[in-house]
T-cell receptor, first 115, second 115 residues
Framework: DAMVIQNPRYQVTQFGKPVTLSCSQT?????MYWYQQKSSQAPKLLFH???????NEADTPDNFQSRRPNTSFCFLDIRSPGLGDAAMYLC??????????????FGPGTRLLVL | AQSVTQLDSQVPVFEEAPVELRCNYS??????LFWYVQYPNQGLQLLLK??????LVESINGFEAEFNKSQTSFHLRKPSVHISDTAEYFC?????????????FGQGTTLQVKP
């Protein structure tokens, strides 16, 4: 089945130690999104890629970076995690973006714990 | 800017009873409306969406939602719930004229179906 895969499902890191979260997709979608979901809060978009074009949300901290080496993979890098970065990180894909009401397909998420 | 308010954080209900999960949105532009469901330990899945046309939209598992422009609402209903409907439900909007497909989520409503 075509799907969005996130690894690992749980990640523990230390305060200030760089960490990378991974997302892969077999849907061959053009767009990949990263959302942050803190406990009891709404998922919040951090950034997205349309093909190789990177689009950062204005309020995404500089501490968060992303890479998309090819269509299938996208990475979220947190350069110096703080305690406030502990959250569920959701990867999603869509066939295209734009004002067409495209369905986004989500992975199961990676829960990040910062010690 | 858009915002989404889900008025109930938790909705407990007995099996076979009807349920309504409330969602109100705020936007200065036309939007598309979505309901996503998240079952335990799984990613978000699209339940249904309103793009245009009939204001009543249905899902394959018996849920329906009605777009009410005057009340800026998109409440989700099901006439008879099952234990398997226990999950977290997220209402979301995206700009119909935007070019990112960005979803703005509500904080979610946990539906707890009791036997």
């Amino acid at each position: 089945d075509a799907m969005v895969i996130q690894n690992p499902r749980y990640q523990v890191t230390q305060f200030g130690k760089p960490v990378t979260l991974s997302c892969s997709q077999t849907l061959n979608h053009n767009v990949m999104y990263w959302y942050q979901q803190k406990s009891s809060q709404a998922p919040k978009l951090l950034f997205h890629y349309y093909d190789k074009d990177f689009n950062n949300e204005a309020d995404t901290p500089d501490n968060f970076q992303s890479r998309r080496p090819n269509t299938s993979f996208c990475f979220l890098d947190i350069r110096s995690p703080g305690l406030g970065d502990a959250a569920m990180y959701l990867c999603a894909t869509s066939r295209t973006s734009g004002g067409v009401g495209e369905t986004q397909y989500f992975g199961p998420g990676t829960r990040l714990l910062v010690l | 800017a858009q915002s989404v308010t889900q008025l109930d954080s938790q909705v407990p209900v007995f099996e076979e009873a009807p349920v309504e999960l409330r969602c109100n949105y705020s936007s200065s532009v036309s939007v598309y409306l979505f309901w996503y469901v998240q079952y335990p330990n799984q990613g978000l899945q699209l339940l249904l969406k309103y793009l245009s046309g009939s204001t009543l939209v249905e899902s394959i598992n018996g849920f329906e939602a009605e777009f009410n422009k005057s009340q800026t609402s998109f409440h989700l209903r099901k006439p008879s719930v099952h234990i398997s409907d226990t999950a977290e439900y997220f209402c979301a909007v995206s700009e119909s004229s935007g070019n990112t497909g960005k979803l703005i989520f509500g904080q979610g409503t946990t539906l707890q179906v009791k036997p």
